[in-house]
DNA sequence: CCGCGGTATTACCATATGAGCATACAGTCC
DNA sequence: GGACTGTATGCTCATATGGTAATACCGCGG
């Protein structure tokens, strides 16, 4: 059966879940706490990032569930929420290198 | 082995990809023509949006990759260039699903 | 209790971008 | 060629948002 179209609502929500990942900042931190859960502060050192600008990018990731996060004394221990994230990423790569071959056909054309 | 992490300059490409989806507007257009090839006129009248706004996103949509057009005589009928880009917004809304049913289960403790 | 390190928040600026209008451009038909 | 339809492009405005500095908050150790 063919496909049901999306409500106007509901792509906003997808829409808005996009933008969070439309930063490469925020990129940069999820790569970052790929294998690891970190605090801010080895974040702030990891990234090269200031701390307040970490900061805000936490709790957008978080608060849109794409990282987790734990109380552990003073720290913060971060850690990214499901694996998800990078099969969108994945993806997305995926169609980058699709284009590079392309682009490499149409310019070396032997 | 573990992953490689990603160059800031990827990061950056892949950030500008994710930000052309984050928009209600583009993800409208590329669902509607989820099953169809169509022409500008043809999209303004199915997505309400105005003919200039959604020739500039169309414009977004084919630099980046997401749809492909086709001159027509005095028409351009654009369509979807993947499928991809649907599996990216299942994704997305597979993470909604999921957190609407862990919500579903915080509030209704029975 | 007080200082301190770790984290979050606020205020501010600069920039980017979506919407809409007007207009330019292109192809078709008379 | 001129009028008309279809599409693209500039321009302007309003808004949203990332970066940073200053500061507030919070738990811990002395």
Redesign the interface.
Known sequence: M??A??D?Q??????????V????A???IL??L??AEMTVTELVDATALGQANLSKHLQVLHAN?FVKRRKDGQFTRYAVA?R?VF???D??????DA?AAAHRKLVRVR
């Open positions: 063919p496909h179209h999306l106007a509901l792509l906003t929500i997808i829409a808005a879940r996009f933008k990942l439309a930063e490469p925020r990129l940069l790569d970052t790929r294998d569930g499901g998800d099969r969108l990423c993806i997305m790569c995926g169609r980058l284009e």
